[in-house]
């Protein structure tokens, strides 16, 4: 049996960039993070991926001559073709950063440069909650929703870098709420974190509930705090848990009568909500799906955490040169 | 130059079967129809399919032993790994019929098995609106609606048969209208040719419009006379028409944030409505699309009109000898 070849695989946060080596089964060998201090501009960000990556591969005791190749992943908005952030919320003030081509030239290494939420998924498909699944929808539930679609192996990028912009499905016309998009009814303005704490504001302007004298965790209302609130029994809490729930169904729904995936995943932080919310998730497929692709997809949280990320973006660089 | 290889494709519908030669580059060289007769039952139905395929050669001056691969199309329910009809709303009362191996045992010929919609989207992908397109989603317009979608060259069937069931991905929430299948808040409950005049009808009820001493093309109200009263300028029927464009525009935007295809097609009997509607709907989609791909999707009306099934299905056929 051949050695096995190492990856080393970036995920670029707005807060933090996190690297580690990993090896052709998906194992991580080592797990690093370093500030992105986006603000510092985006010279000293590309300048601090090289370094993440190289910390990543010392941690691992290994030099970056055991390494094959490296993937970066990073927030949008981007283009996957030429390898470019083109103009990033998350990461301002950057700008058209060349994000591919400046890693490669640096560590003269096979670089692959994803989405970061599709490199979660891929992560997810290759080591984690989609393990031996063919095909998988990957839906990350935080401040806002991102979303992944792994099929035939790989990401599907879309022609003009959007597949899997599942967040921005539109599940609503009459009376739409607005999307930090700028857009309106779109799932992410539903069912996000931030939404979820949103709407329960809302609902307690004119009812009762047990969240009005909660102690909060974060010194403001959090969606932890929801789910705490409904797992207490709290009925506004419960009606918030159990509406996110359907609308998690319907974007679920959505995909299975477009994509017809294997498995469809949530991850992110909203999934601490833990298996109560998965089955109520699960509870609202039959409403609204096929019953086929209702009885048949699994419907699974992730496993690999924050890892996600830069595990998948491992995966994006063993592409590169495992056919 | 070697000679051209010929296929077969046949496209079965609810009542009448399409079938003809089609060369490798998508020119159909003949063009038949049989009855398909649903309610003489299966047996009846998988011959009418083996003499509409003999037929079909013999119209061109071949000979069985000329094709190399035949492909057919049907409605579903379906089980495309299997290659049977299941339980078809639109073939009662055929049930679990083994449409390609029958097909094959009786021809002795590879034999390709798609869903008619799916079907119709390779034909427009191969050779009508989508040529010369890397990906594409097909929505097929008609009493309901179909869709299907064309990724690295082949059809994106799902791992379940459902994938591209486009008309049945959720749209509204608050108010949804009920869908033939069943369910609510299905884009085909907004904007099939059925549901035009069930809306038009709806609000007919309680405003003036034309339509009321409309000369009726069809003995009572179809989306032809909405479609037409909306070009004189009739307010409610324009209003109608606009609103199937935004619902269009709506389910298109959906694919974007989800295949983000090259191009989008529009095919099916609705289309009549011509080259204003077309524009309706690409009006719509900055409202609801990102700007992107908004601006870089292509928005097309499908070209081959009722032969898209046939020639898709011999573009399936042909996926089995051509790699």
């Known amino acids: 049996m051949s ?28 797990g690093i993070s370093l500030p992105t201090e986006p603000h510092k501009g985006q010279q000293h960000g590309l300048d601090t991926m090289c370094a993440a990556i190289r910390q990543a591969a010392a941690e691992a005791g290994l030099t970056m001559a055991d390494i094959v190749a490296v993937g970066v992943a990073t927030p949008g908005t981007m283009d996957l073709k030429t390898g470019y952030i083109l103009d990033p919320p998350n990461l301002k003030p950057w700008r058209d950063v060349p994000v591919r081509d400046y890693v490669r030239s ?15 998924a891929m992560g997810e498909y290759w080591a984690g909650a989609g ?3 063919h095909s998988l929808v990957f839906f990350t539930l935080g401040t806002g929703i991102g979303g992944g679609i792994i099929l035939n192996g790989a990401v599907l990028e879309g022609e003009h870098s959007h597949g899997g912009e599942l967040g921005h499905v539109k599940i609503e016309m009459t009376n739409p709420r607005l999307c930090g998009c700028g857009k309106v009814g779109c799932l992410e303005a539903y069912a996000s974190a931030t939404q979820v704490v949103k709407r329960a504001r809302e609902a307690m302007a ?39 729930a ?7 729904s959505n995909v299975m009568h477009t ?65």
């Open 206 to 244: 004119s009812h009762k509930s047990l969240l009005h004298d909660w102690p909060l965790t974060d010194g403001e209302l959090s969606a932890k705090d929801v789910f705490d609130a409904a797992d207490k029994g709290d009925a506004l809490a419960e009606q918030i848990v159990d509406e996110t």
């Open 259 to 323: 994509i017809d995936p294997d498995a469809i995943v949530f991850g992110g932080g909203m999934i601490a909500a833990g298996e109560p919310f998965l089955e109520r998730i699960r509870r609202h497929i039959p409403r609204v799906a096929f019953p086929v692709p209702a009885a048949r997809t699994q419907i699974r949280f992730a496993t690999l955490g924050s890892d996600a990320g830069f595990i998948g973006a491992a995966a994006c660089a063993r592409a590169l040169v495992v056919k």
């Open 246 to 252: 359907y609308y998690l169904a319907l974007g679920a």
């Open 106 to 120: 640096q560590l003269h290494l096979p670089t692959a440069f994803q989405n970061d939420a599709n490199a979660a």
């Open 3 to 30: 050695p096995q070849r190492l990856y080393i695989g970036l995920d670029v946060g707005g807060t933090s960039m996190k690297a580690g080596v990993v090896d052709d089964n998906g194992h991580a060998h080592s």
């Open 131 to 133: 393990r031996g699944y």
